[in-house]
Every structure is written in structure tokens, then in C-alpha cells.
């Protein structure tokens, strides 16, 4: 079975399927994140109705707790929480990266403290594909190191030579049949870095591959930047992951430039907090302003949430402090991304990206939030 298949090119912009033992992934994709083997608020059932092809995992929570004993045991991760679909699992890297304090960055590897309890571990290039094999996930990433912003050219450029290592022992380590193994391109702000790493990491012909280093505080000039240099110099035949990023702005410049997939805690994290996307852009649903308002959500919106409850009653469940409310803004939200990968699908398929792309910024206005909306 052909891993990915590109169906059709509209310039930039790309349409493909990845195929898994676990179904077909249809692209360009958005990712919602199941860091500990669950979307927050979430049930499987609640993805499957809404044709969630893939979520992803993470191996470094996934490690910690509840442990490779009981994922063994369980037979799994896809057994484990009960999703019958693709899982992607990041190699845990970033979780590592940003304890600093608490960890120590060698060739050989990473020695950190786990942080919720001080233990002492150790992972290798090696030790996170058997992780990632005994989780049984469909598509696995190298673990990399994640230079943070701002870093120097000597420091992000010795950086991407023990990525670049690690990419080897990992390809070398992984034998699993039916789990791609995707390389990391990372590098920094920097253009020659970024080169680099793309020439280095596409000598090794992995299955897919990812831009890695972005959203760490550098800003979206800086994302876009690197997605700029990147993404349209990226194997054609192989799937384009940019990781961690995944608004809906940023989502439309990406594909633009040949992005497939996305994840992003950001569409959860704020319908946590009470805000959620619409047709012409965020809501804070929270506001005094809507205590009598009996329009769904988003009117324009077909999800459970905002065909059978309005922004009035959801106010109420927060001002309540019922978790019914975060369950029908995260279920919303997660329904909105989804609508809209399809609907930037269906544009690259009938040859009118821009089209749609303007169509959808008419009415979609980007607000900023205050840190109480993202924490």
C-alpha cells in the first residue's frame, strides 16, 4: 500500500491521502491533540461522528504516566483509549527541551527529570523509537532537539548537527513494519541552517517530513519565514508536516505554500476557556454581552453544540462553572477546524484556493487574546 498519493496540485497548495493501517488520512490535515492518550473533553466516538482521521500522542507524557508496563499490557495506545483511527506520536522532544532547567543535552542524548515528580530518565535517539513502537502509533517522529528563541547561529547550527545524528540512529533503530518514521527539519531562523537540515534530512528518505523549531515565541513573521523557506523545497512525493502550528490563518498561508498537516492545542485550549471560532472570527463567549443572546455560536455552523444550544446557555455553564460548557465549545471547535480543512480541500481540488481564501477572510476577522484565553 502506497503511504501517501498526491491527488491533485492547485500551484502551491496540495491534496493527498496518507495511508495508514488504521484508515486513510485525507490532506491537508488539522491534528487535534490527545496529549495523554485522550482530547481533552472529548470521547472517540465524539471524533469518529465528526471524521477525525488521526489525533496525535505524546511520547513523553505517554512514558511518564501511565508507563510502557501498562502500554504493553494494554496492547497498545490505540487500545488503550479506544480510537480505532491514525495516531501520530511526537517524539517527546519538546516537552524535554522546555524543562531546562531540568535537563542536560548530550550527543549520546537527553538526561531530564520528569516534571512532576523529579525522577531521572534518559532518552535516546533509539529509546524513542522503541517507545514509539511499543505505543503503536501509525506515524512516529526522530526525537530532535528544539533550539529556543532567540539562539545564536553557533548555537541552533551545533544544535542541528545532534539532530542530524539522531535522525540517523533513529532510521537505524526502527524496524517496525506499518509505522512511518518522519524526519525533523529544524535550524532556526536561520535560512542556511534550514537548507541544511532539508538536504541532510532528505539523504535519509524518510517516509515524511516535518518543519520542527517553530511556534517556540518567535512570532508568525518568523513561522511564515521558515515555512517560506522550507515547505515549497520539501520531497513532492512525501507528506509536509508543520508542527505545533494550526489557526486557521496560519493554516491558510501554509497550505498555500504546501503544507499537508497541522496540530495545534490552541483550537482546545481557548474553547477551554471560553472562546470559540465563527464564521467571522473568535467569540468570547464568557462576555456579559451575550447573557441574552439566543443565536448559536456560530449560526453559520452545523456541529451539535450550536444546533441545539445558544451563547446565552453556554455563558450560563461557565459562569456555572459546568464542564458541559467546555465540552460544547472544544466539541465546536474542534468541528470548525475540521470543516474548514475540508472546505480548503474541496478549493485545491476545484482549482480555486484564493477564491475561498478571500471568500473566508471577507467575514473572518483575527482578534487577540489575553493570556486568561490561552493559559
Not at 496540485?9 to 490532506?27: M, P, Q, S, V
Given at each position: 500500500m502506497e503511504f501517501f498519493k498526491l491527488d491533485h496540485?492547485?500551484?502551491?497548495?496540495?491534496?493527498?491521502?496518507?495511508?495508514?493501517?488504521?484508515?486513510?488520512?485525507?490532506?491537508p490535515v488539522f491534528m487535534p491533540v490527545g496529549t495523554q492518550a485522550t482530547v481533552k473533553i472529548m470521547t472517540p466516538e465524539d471524533m469518529e461522528r465528526m471524521g477525525i482521521g488521526v489525533i496525535l500522542g505524546n511520547t513523553y507524557h505517554l512514558y511518564l504516566r501511565p508507563g510502557l508496563d501498562i502500554m504493553m499490557k494494554a496492547g497498545g495506545l490505540h487500545k488503550f483509549m479506544g480510537w480505532k483511527r491514525a495516531i501520530l506520536t511526537d517524539s517527546g522532544g519538546f516537552q524535554v527541551f522546555s524543562l531546562k532547567e531540568l535537563r542536560k543535552i548530550t550527543r549520546d542524548g537527553v538526561r531530564f527529570k520528569a516534571h512532576f515528580d523529579g525522577t531521572e530518565h534518559f532518552f535516546t535517539p533509539e529509546k524513542v523509537v522503541e517507545i514509539q513502537n511499543i505505543l503503536g502509533s501509525d506515524i512516529m517522529m526522530c526525537l530532535d532537539e528544539c533550539p529556543p528563541y532567540p539562539s545564536t547561529h553557533d548555537y541552533v547550527s551545533n544544535s542541528l548537527d545532534t539532530t542530524i545524528e539522531w535522525a540517523k540512529r533513529a532510521k537505524a533503530a526502527h524496524k517496525k513494519e506499518g509505522q512511518h518514521l518522519f524526519g525533523i527539519i529544524q535550524g532556526g531562523t536561520y535560512r542556511d541552517l534550514r537548507e541544511k537540515a532539508m538536504d541532510e534530512m532528505v539523504k535519509l528518505d524518510f517516509p515524511g517530513y516535518s518543519i520542527g523549531g517553530v511556534s517556540v515565541g518567535e512570532g508568525k513573521d518568523l513561522i511564515y519565514q521558515a515555512v517560506d523557506w522550507c515547505a515549497p523545497f520539501m520531497p513532492q512525493d512525501k507528506p509536509r508536516y508543520l508542527m505545533g502550528v494550526g489557526t486557521p490563518e496560519d493554516i491558510w498561508y501554509s497550505v498555500e505554500k504546501g503544507i499537508d498537516m497541522f496540530d495545534c492545542v490552541f483550537p482546545t485550549r481557548i474553547a477551554r476557556n471560553g472562546t470559540v471560532y465563527s464564521a467571522q472570527g473568535m467569540v468570547k463567549i464568557r462576555n456579559a454581552e451575550y447573557k441574552d443572546d439566543f443565536t448559536p455560536m456560530d449560526p453559520s455552523c452545523s456541529c451539535y453544540a450550536c444546533t441545539n444550544f445558544t451563547r446565552a446557555y453556554i455563558r450560563h455553564l461557565f459562569n456555572v462553572h459546568e464542564i458541559l460548557g467546555m465540552r460544547l465549545t472544544t466539541l465546536h471547535n474542534i468541528h470548525f477546524m475540521i470543516n474548514l480543512m475540508a472546505k480548503i480541500r474541496k478549493a485545491?481540488?476545484?482549482?480555486c484556493y484564493e477564491a475561498e481564501k478571500e471568500r473566508f477572510f471577507e467575514t473572518y476577522r483575527f482578534s487577540e487574546l489575553a493570556e486568561d484565553d490561552i493559559k
Open positions: 496540485k492547485y500551484k502551491l497548495a496540495r491534496a493527498g491521502r496518507i495511508n495508514t493501517l488504521h484508515g486513510t488520512i485525507e490532506t485545491i481540488l476545484n482549482d
